[in-house]
T-cell receptor, first 114, second 112 residues
Framework: GDSVTQMEGPVTLSEEAFLTINCTYT??????LFWYVQYPGEGLQLLLK?????DKGSNKGFEATYRKETTSFHLEKGSVQVSDSAVYFC?????????????FGKGTKLTVNP | NAGVTQTPKFRVLKTGQSMTLLCAQD?????MYWYRQDPGMGLRLIHY???????AKGEVPDGYNVSRLKKQNFLLGLESAAPSQTSVYFC???????????FGSGTRLTVV
């Protein structure tokens, strides 16, 4: 079945450091890919998405490129801020596979220190 | 545009009590979902619905029931609460299978 594997945290960085959170997936069809962010005490918010191969999703300085050849959707940001401290979830929705729900990774907790 | 609204936001129950969590969305979404989130466990799907009048079991359905009598509402019921049901509950919805979810802000439930 479909699955998402993302790097386990926690990840601790200093402000202005470069961030990469790895995400790879397994899907039978042609998935849409998503990154969600969950700030402390809040619900999940959609951060960015990509719907086809080579698409790049971007938002708030974060980027992720849909790589079909490596089945990956790594999240990157060039210079993190303390306010980026949160848990990040990678997810997929397989349009062809008939899946009725998103498949989530386990989440990666990011802490950014001043 | 309210999005997905969950009520209540917080609740403390005694073991054996019952309660209903309400999820309401105003986006005309077909699909609705109930998840629970526990520390270190990520998100686990309880039940979901692919349209008005339909429900289906997720990964951890035991001890919960759901109803989707109206398209905009998805109710999660606990008939006899247990301490193991202490968790944060999230509702989510989406328009179709190509779409991502819109989440509610969560209900923090404690069963003592």
């Amino acid at each position: 079945g479909d699955s998402v594997t993302q790097m386990e945290g926690p990840v601790t960085l200093s402000e202005e450091a470069f961030l990469t959170i790895n995400c790879t997936y397994t899907a039978t069809g042609y998935p849409s890919l998503f990154w969600y962010v969950q700030y402390p005490g809040e619900g999940l918010q959609l951060l960015l998405k990509a719907t086809k191969a080579d698409d790049k999703g971007s938002n708030k300085g974060f980027e992720a490129t849909y790589r079909k050849e490596t089945t990956s959707f790594h999240l990157e940001k060039g210079s993190v801020q303390v306010s980026d401290s949160a848990v990040y979830f990678c997810a997929l929705s397989d349009r062809r596979g008939g899946s009725e729900k998103l498949v989530f990774g386990k989440g990666t907790k990011l802490t950014v220190n001043p | 545009n309210a999005g997905v609204t969950q009520t209540p936001k917080f609740r403390v129950l005694k073991t054996g009590q019952s309660m209903t969590l309400l999820c309401a969305q105003d986006m005309n979404h077909e699909y609705m979902y109930w998840y629970r989130q526990d520390p270190g466990m990520g998100l686990r799907l309880i039940h979901y619905s692919v349209g008005e009048g339909t429900t289906a079991k997720g990964e951890v359905p035991d001890g919960y029931n759901v109803s989707r009598l109206k398209k905009q509402n998805f109710l999660l019921g606990l008939e006899s609460a247990a301490p193991s049901q202490t968790s944060v509950y999230f509702c989510a919805s989406r328009y179709d299978r190509m779409d991502g979810y819109t989440f509610g802000s969560g209900t923090r439930l404690t069963v003592v």
